[in-house]
């Protein structure tokens, strides 16, 4: 394996386990507060439907549908990136970085932190522009 396939799986783990914690922290806030929407489950408890999720269950919820509008385009961009055999200097640091924005795009989204959520997506969207760019490069040599 060579470098940028190594960060480029590490990037695909990490966002992976960042996924799951945000899908464990919805589930959570449902178990511990016994609040449920969606009928089947709330009887499961002896409880009556709840008429909304809750507020912390909204937040993570929007924050898991931006993940799902950015991290499948880094996947797909990552694999054509080390296809087409791009910079590996910038490919490493991309991935890196794509990554860390995701999770600190996440933390701020859960603490309602602005305008650092808008940062942090903006590095997310750059890194991915930049990784077009270098394919784009990589097509054109």
């Given at each position: 394996m060579d470098e940028l396939q190594y960060w480029y799986a590490l990037s695909a783990v990490l966002l992976f386990f960042k996924m799951f914690a945000l899908s464990a922290y919805q589930g959570f806030?449902?178990?511990s507060?016994?609040?449920f929407?969606?009928?089947e489950d709330a009887a499961f408890v002896g409880k009556a439907a709840a008429s909304e999720e809750l507020p912390q269950v909204q937040r993570a919820a929007r924050a898991w549908l931006n993940d799902l509008e950015n991290i499948p385009i880094f996947?797909?961009?990552?694999?054509?990136?080390i296809w087409v055999e791009a910079s590996l200097t910038w490919g490493a640091w991309l991935?890196?970085?794509f990554t860390a924005a995701r999770y600190l795009h996440?933390?701020?989204y859960l603490l309602g932190i602005q305008p650092w959520r808008t940062v942090f997506?903006?590095?997310?969207?750059?890194?991915?522009f930049i990784m077009s760019g270098q394919i784009l490069l990589a097509l054109g040599s």
């Open positions: 806030h449902r178990i507060k016994q609040t929407k969606t009928p996947l797909a961009l990552g694999v054509a990136y991935f890196i970085v996440t933390l701020s997506y903006a590095i997310g969207i750059g890194c991915l």
